[in-house]
């Protein structure tokens, strides 16, 4: 758990190995399927370059993180609420990356999240597709990581890349993997299985099996509508799916602890000096 003020706020980062995967619709839902289950969410577009969330959710912002960055506005000025009352900090295309910005802009944005008054149970990162790392900076900020892949073979070697260079480069060995878009359950844990394989012989750790979200054809209707599944068609099997892994997670021992949000950002904010170290 992470602390903000006196209140106890759940950290997870949600990575991919490529895009095209559904991350980011996973993201939208999850939050939502949380919401639903009486939590505060707030989602952090984590993909500071190229905005996600709000296309997504068809969301206008007129402010995001930089106008933060450079001081126009605190982080409550940019907020935006979506559907069923999730929290959104979005992000913008041009934007620079995390690790570019200058020791101003990272006082600045840790002071705004230390002095960030929402009322917050879970934050919710999404990432950037890929293995850069800005990506990895965001998950070994976070107390949980989620791996999203699908049963495409290129993602699933893709998932391992992101996977192997979390554990090889930054120790990180607690990490759970969703499959999205598997037929069935069988695919989705012979995917899973694929993977496990792999990390236990060349890595030598293992994986922690998070469920599936099955391939829905609401989700495309949801996709092309830009709005979430569990909203558009909340009687569909991806929609009862996403429900089930909100109850999972939420019912799951927290993987580790990690301090304060403040703690995370901070991490997040001046991991780059210790990453050069380590390379």
Known sequence: ???????????IAVASGKGGVGKTNVVANLAIALQKEGKKVLILDADLGLSNIDVLLH????????????????????????????KILPATSGVQEMTSLDEFQRLRFLEEFESFEEEIDVLLIDTAAGISENVAFFCIAAQEIIIVTS??????????????VLYTRYQEKNLSLLVNSARDADE???VFKRLLTATEKFLHIGLDYLGFIPLDSAVTKAVRAQRAFVEAFPDSKASKKIAELAVKILGRERIRVKGSLQFFIGNLLNSQSDTAKKC
Do not use: C, F, W
């Open 151 to 164: 049963p495409d073979p290129t993602s699933i070697a893709d998932a391992y890349a992101l996977i192997k």
């Open 59 to 86: 969301l206008a912002p007129k402010y995001n993180i930089q106008n933060v960055l450079d001081g126009d506005m605190t982080l409550k000025d940019i907020v935006v609420e979506g559907p069923h009352g999730i």
């Open 188 to 190: 989705a844990k012979d």
């Open 1 to 11: 758990m992470a602390i903000i003020g006196h209140h106890q706020i759940r950290t």
